[in-house]
């Protein structure tokens, strides 16, 4: 099964207007002269009206950082999934693991705001991922599979769901699992997506590495078996390090 790369950046709480608008427009340029992989780039809320015009007439796909679960409603300081929608979303990371720790957020919780983007037509980047403290007890596979049964909705599909697996102690350190470690964890998701999903499902989602994935390191995550993309945090912000990212590994 040929599943596209998707080479995704999560800009998390950086960027004011003119870097913001600078940055999107560089990655929509660059974008054009690579057909190999997808783009999304997921700017913060206050940045995706701009991203949205900077992105014009080029593939490269919008998306949030996070959703509530309601449509509308008294819910002070959230975003619904309608509005990021309105706004020309196609997607919206949801259980990043810095939502899950400064947010408090649950596997319950997380697959609550999967549905409800996934509702209405957006496509949900599942985040999962261990902790140093669990990897160091030989739990990670354990704890991404409750993960997986937690967070990933029922009727989810190919179409509306993508896997991010980034290792929490992986994060913002520029310390990575090695390419076997990486294989290992996403094989054993795609497994547990098949027995939640169907197999035919599981074998055509995304699961996107990520955690300090960088131009240098890139292309040995990007080129294993089960791995179908990456998800950038710190180098995401520069355009030529995004960039070097999907050429050094999808060209
Ligand atoms: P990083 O972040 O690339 O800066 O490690 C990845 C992420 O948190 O999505």
């Excluded at 998390?12 to 190999?36: F, H, I, P, R």
């Excluded at 699992?177 to 054993?188: D, G, I, Q």
Aim: with cysteine; net charge positive.
């Amino acid at each position: 099964m040929e599943r596209r790369l998707l080479i995704a950046g999560n800009w998390k709480m950086n960027g004011l207007s003119k870097d913001g608008l600078e940055l999107a427009k560089g990655v929509a340029s660059e974008s054009k002269k690579l057909d190999k992989c997808d783009f999304l780039i997921c700017p913060p809320f206050t940045l995706i009206a701009a991203a949205k015009k900077a992105l014009r007439g080029s593939k490269v796909a919008l998306g949030a950082q996070d959703v509530h679960f309601a449509e509308k409603g008294a819910h002070t300081g959230d975003i619904s999934p309608l509005m990021l929608k309105d706004l020309g979303c196609k997607f919206v990371i949801v259980g990043h693991s810095e939502r899950r720790a400064d947010h408090g957020e649950s596997d319950e919780l997380v697959c609550k705001k999967a549905k409800a983007a996934q509702e209405q037509g957006l496509t949900a980047v599942i985040c999962i991922g261990e902790t140093d403290e669990q990897r160091t007890a030989g739990k990670t596979i354990e704890v991404c599979t409750k993960q997986i049964l937690g967070s990933v909705p029922e009727k989810s599909t190919y179409r509306n769901t993508v896997i991010a697996y980034e290792p929490v102690w992986a994060i913002g350190s520029g310390k990575t699992p090695t390419p076997a470690e990486v294989e290992e964890v996403h094989a054993a998701v795609r497994k547990v997506l098949a027995k939640k999903l169907t197999k035919a499902q599981a074998a055509k989602i995304r699961i996107l590495y990520g955690g300090s994935v960088k131009p240098n390191n890139a292309k040995e995550f990007l080129s294993l078996e089960d791995v179908d993309g990456a998800l950038v945090g710190g180098a995401s912000l520069k355009v030529a390090d995004f960039m070097a990212i999907a050429t050094n590994s999808c060209c």
